[in-house]
Structures are given as C-alpha cells and as structure tokens.
C-alpha cells in the first residue's frame, strides 16, 4: 500500500505559477504509476497528468498541455507538478492517485488509480 499527501496548493493570480508535490510512503513507490487529477466546484473530476513508474512517460489533458509539467523522484518519494501559466478556469482541488504496475505506463482513467491523497485547493484569482 502507498499513502499520499499533496502540498503546494494556495491562491495566486492569473498567469502566476505554482507547484504542487505529492508525497509517498513506502518503499516500493518507484513501482507506482501516479497521475494529478481536479474537481473544480459542481464538475466531476477531471484528469490532469501523469507520469509513468520510471518518469520516462508523461501525458497531459489538453487544457493544460504546455502549461503544467509532472515530474518525479524516486528517491525522495516525490512527485511534482509544475503549474505555469495558470488560468481561472484551473481553480480546482488537484489530487494525486497512484497504482501500482510493472510496466512503465501511464493512465488517464480514474478508475484506474488505487490510492488517493486527500487533495490541495488551488485558487487563481483574475
């Protein structure tokens, strides 16, 4: 099992920046596939990113291609995501998920994900 604890939310402004992190426990989390999803007020959840077991394979929902970037560390049991270019409309609780798998894939699909942090609420002010 993994447990997961993001950080890193808060209130910025339009066109501002902000990184998220996601923190894991245990041991094995370099066997994990871990995704960023958002639930923004009256919408259904919704996937952001995510990054394979390696790092060596990421996707990205269109809406934020170009703008958000995920990234991991085995090491430290982290995963990050960079969020640059934020718009109001990206005002949302992100949550980070993680499975464990023996390939190195990613996945988009919630019902694909195990495990899930309790999230971190991102407010962009225009």
């Known amino acids: 099992q993994v447990q997961l604890v993001e950080s890193g939310g808060g209130l910025v402004q339009a066109g501002g920046s902000l990184r998220l992190s996601c923190a894991a426990s245990?041991?094995?989390?370099?066997?994990?596939?871990v995704g960023w999803f958002r639930q923004a007020p009256g919408k259904e959840r919704e996937f952001v990113a995510t990054?394979?077991?390696?790092?060596?394979?990421?996707d990205y929902a269109d809406s934020v291609k170009g703008r958000f970037t995920i990234s991991r560390d085995n090491v430290n049991n982290m995963v990050y995501l960079q969020m640059n270019s934020l718009h109001v409309e990206d005002t949302a609780v992100y949550y980070c998920a993680a499975v464990q798998r023996f390939t190195d894939t990613v996945y988009r699909t919630e019902n694909s994900y195990h495990y899930w942090g309790q999230g971190t609420q991102v407010t962009v002010s225009s």
């Open positions: 245990g041991r094995t989390f370099w066997t994990y596939a």
């Open positions: 990054v394979s077991r390696t790092g060596g394979n990421t």
